[in-house]
Nanobody, 127 residues
């Protein structure tokens, strides 16, 4: 099973940018579809974006055109570049993956008890 480590969160003003990273160990990452999720205080965890093992990407509407997910398989790392951040983007961001060759649908519906999850990284956007 792959192990994931999230990093890169921090405090940023509204309109600013931040890049969070998801580093994998234990397996070759190139055959994994990876998703980013977030959980705001007092809210349920929500799916944000995913990158398929074939490099197809998917975003929820609220982050489309602001966030970009990418991967560097040589570094076993997936990134989420977040631009034009808004206070409502404040949350703990988690990356997650399912079994190798999973679909985006499969990864986007992972529960906390399924797959592999990073420990989360806090992104705070001030107004």
């Amino acid at each position: 099973q792959v192990q994931l480590v999230d990093s890169g969160g921090g405090l940023v003003q509204a309109g600013g940018s931040l890049r969070v990273s998801c580093a994998a160990s234990g397996r070759t990452f190139s055959t994994y579809t990876v998703g980013w999720f977030r959980q705001a205080p007092g809210k349920e965890r929500e799916f944000v974006a995913a990158i398929h093992w074939t490099d197809t990407t998917y975003y929820i509407d609220s982050v489309k055109a602001r966030f970009t997910i990418s991967r560097d398989d040589a570094k076993n790392t997936v990134y989420l570049q977040m631009n034009n951040l808004k206070p409502e983007d404040t949350a703990v961001y988690y990356c997650a993956t399912g079994p190798p060759l999973s679909s985006i649908v499969k990864v986007s519906t992972l529960t906390a008890r399924e797959g592999s999850w990073g420990q989360g990284t806090l992104v705070t956007v001030s107004s």
